[in-house]
């Protein structure tokens, strides 16, 4: 073999090995039969693996929000959504790496025209922001519709699978939201916008 052979058989293992997640059966709904051990699942680039789902085999691979939408110059520092009837709401709250100039992004649904609204907002007033440039908040907002985008993909995937929080975590990491989780009792939450 030559040295190029070589240094393309090795390439090719190593990807093949950063593509497959070994799964302890133990963690699906009924258990692992005695001779199994592990499920070995491939996962693509560009994809994420969500386990710990309650119904069928207990796992489902999902395409990952792609961080090329990611807002240059800011970062998604917090959220606080929901979802009501399937449709997000809530706000996702970005900092500008710069100066510190907060951003927030309302999420809704509007009924009358069936879609997504991604109004960009003053930090903490009910109005819309004054500070940012019309190109920060298409960035911004660009950012949010992906993030979104791919949250709203994921659930329409996993259906009527029930979600454990393992499950719930791979979801938001996998939507690009993979931010700590606070209680709602949390310190934290008091002094931020």
């Known amino acids: 073999m030559t040295d190029e052979a070589d240094a393309a058989g090795a390439e090719s293992r190593r990807a093949s090995e950063q593509t497959v997640e070994r799964v302890p059966l133990s963690s699906f709904r009924h258990g692992a039969p005695a001779h199994l051990r592990d499920l070995f699942v491939e996962v693509r680039d560009g994809e994420a693996f969500i386990p710990g789902l309650k119904m069928g085999l207990g796992a489902l691979t999902v395409q990952r929000w792609d961080p090329v939408y990611a807002a240059a110059g800011w970062t998604l520092y917090g959220a606080d959504l929901t979802l009501n009837q399937g449709?997000?709401?809530?706000?996702?709250?970005?900092?500008?790496?710069?100066d510190g100039r907060v951003l927030r992004v309302g999420v809704k649904w509007h009924p009358p025209v069936q879609q997504l609204e991604f109004p960009a907002l003053h930090p903490s007033k009910p109005e819309l922001t004054s500070d940012c440039t019309a190109e920060e908040v298409a960035a911004v907002v660009l950012d949010a519709r992906s993030r979104i985008g791919t949250l709203?993909?994921?659930n329409a995937q996993i259906g009527s699978f029930v979600a454990t929080e393992e499950s719930e975590n791979a979801i938001l990491d996998a939507s690009g939201l993979g931010l700590e989780r606070l209680s709602e009792d949390d310190p934290r939450l008091a002094g931020d916008a």
């Open 152 to 154: 709203v993909a994921v």
């Open 87 to 98: 449709h997000p709401f809530g706000s996702m709250f970005y900092r500008n790496d710069a």
